[in-house]
């Protein structure tokens, strides 16, 4: 008599299906790498599209083209000094301004506001980052400079007219718009976005380091200065280029403020201008093929040229602080 067997015979096992490559990390791999060559082709695209319609204005007339001041579209002469030192001088006096307004409010946000208090600042600290740049240009023209005019300059050129060493930035007339009046309008620009890119690094830095340097008795400012800022720095000054970037760019707030004068002087209260201005100004009217066009397109080229030295030296400075 036969018997059946009871034990189950076991079960042919599950051959392992390799993941398809629409599945597979490869796939992904080429996206994002394919991501991030378009982004330099396009950036690459762009500096070489400046340069190449710049080389006209460089062939004509060299490196007199960088040291000259002097525009002028009727004789077809043209220099980019004077709108580079408007450039670099309003982004410098931006900078100084828009730097220690932006420190001391993420500190107070991160370290002294009350909670509610601060999420509502800080809300409000990244809604006027949104705010459109010509907004900015018509409040600075309708308000910094008659204030300019009126108050600052004046008293200004009243206390330090004869004081050595500064008398030479205070002379002039007060009219309002220059070189100090684009500085404080970029200034009120950029200060939101260091501000809200301090305030979220200085939001990470781990508790931890911060409560046992208060357990070892130090003050908040030794924190900040000792703990925070050493722990923030990257982002400090990611927060720092990323406004100074603003800055530079800028057209259509500093063409209200600025005076757009192609002039080189000291004086804060001369107007001066900026070379986004004066492309912006100047592009218009400059027909394809023409001197004037290929001088703007260089402009350009040299403006990308300093943006991508700003870059650099912050880099640097990373590098050497790490």
Known sequence: MTTVSSVAEPAPMMKATKPSFWQGDQFFRLVVLGCATLVLLVLGGLVIAMGVGGLQAFRVFGLDFVISNVWNPVTNQYGALAPLFGTIGSTLIAVAIALPLAFGSAFWLTAIAPAALAE??????QLLAAVPSIIFGMWGFFVVVPFMAQHLEP???HSFA????IRWLVHGAPFGTGLLTGGIVLAVMITPFITAVMRDV???VPSMLKESA???GATRWEVIRRVVVPWSRAGMIGGVV???GRALGETMAVTFVIGNANTIGWSLFEPRNTVASLVA???PESPAGSLKLSA???LGFLLVLISFGTLSIARWLLREKS
């Open 202 to 204: 200085f939001l990470v």
């Open 296 to 298: 703007l397109l260089a």
């Open 155 to 157: 008293i200004l050129h």
């Open 242 to 244: 990323l406004g100074l």
């Open 162 to 165: 004869h004081t050595p060493g």
């Open 281 to 283: 100004l100047e592009f």
């Open 214 to 216: 208060y357990g070892l």
């Open 120 to 125: 509502a600042v800080g809300t409000a600290i």
